[in-house]
């Protein structure tokens, strides 16, 4: 199980930027994957999940409504569309998942057990 993250950088506030994670070792028809964040001195947030088996989605209030998780099947690979990125969004960006479980608000809020490298994301003017 393989999963890689890129895209992240360094955006203005109110920018935007879209993460991809390329997985590999297993399909997008079942588990639940997501997007998870480490900023210095705060707790590792679940951003955004999602259940590859329904769809289903779950995102932190703190995204909500600025940021969109996807998915392309065909290519193994999720997105995170970040719109209207705030300094606060700044951290590391971890795509994650749990081959056993397909609920994206469990996946979110438990964590994951299967982990990718991160991409760093920096908001600053």
């Known amino acids: 199980v393989q999963l890689q993250a890129s895209g992240g950088g360094l955006v203005k506030p109110g920018g935007s930027l879209t993460l991809s994670c390329v997985v590999s070792g297993f399909t997008l028809n079942r588990p639940a994957i997501g997007w998870f964040r480490q900023a210095p001195g705060k707790e590792r947030e679940g951003v955004s999940c999602?259940?590859?088996?329904?769809?289903?989605?779950h995102y932190s209030d703190s995204v909500k409504g600025r940021f969109t998780i996807s998915r392309d099947a065909a290519k193994n690979t999720v997105y995170l569309k970040m719109d209207d990125l705030r300094p606060d969004d700044s951290g590391i960006y971890y795509c994650?998942?749990?081959?056993?479980?397909?609920?994206?608000?469990?996946?979110?809020?438990?964590?994951?057990?299967?982990w990718g490298q991160g991409t760093q994301v920096t908001v600053s003017s």
């Open positions: 994650a998942t749990d081959l056993g479980h397909s609920s994206s608000y469990a996946l979110c809020t438990r964590g994951p057990r299967e």
């Open positions: 999602l259940s590859t088996l329904n769809d289903i989605t």
